[in-house]
């Protein structure tokens, strides 16, 4: 079993930045894969961003490129979320989830923390 935990979400006017933390408990965190979701009220949750267990692969969904980074630190058993020029459509609860495979699937990851909200102002 893996228990995760988000932090970091918050109110940020667009154009600002946020980054998002996700503290793993629970079996050894740097054998899993780490995503990052987001759900929207009335929509379906989405990729996010991934990473494989090394840290040495990443993806991105391109609604976010070049303004979101991931980075994991094994030693910390965290994963982080770096997201830059928020848009208001970035609005969402953020989800953290552990799997075995990076994926931008959400059924590889078994293991899901409770989310954090992340709201952006127009």
């Known amino acids: 079993q893996v228990q995760l935990v988000e932090s970091g979400g918050g109110l940020v006017q667009a154009g600002g930045s946020l980054r998002l933390s996700c503290a793993a408990s629970?079996?050894?965190?740097?054998?899993?894969?780490m995503g990052w979701f987001r759900q929207a009220p009335e929509k379906e949750r989405e990729f996010v961003a991934t990473?494989?267990?090394?840290?040495?692969?990443?993806s991105f969904a391109d609604s976010v490129k070049g303004r979101f980074t991931i980075s994991r630190d094994n030693a910390k058993n965290t994963v982080y979320l770096q997201m830059n020029s928020l848009k208001p459509e970035d609005t969402a609860v953020y989800y953290c989830?552990?799997?075995?495979?990076?994926?931008?699937?959400?059924?590889?990851?078994?293991?899901w923390g409770q989310g954090t909200q992340v709201t952006v102002s127009s």
């Open positions: 629970g079996r050894s965190f740097s054998n899993y894969a």
């Open positions: 989830a552990a799997g075995s495979i990076a994926s931008q699937r959400t059924s590889p990851y078994p293991y």
């Open positions: 990473i494989s267990w090394s840290g040495d692969m990443t």
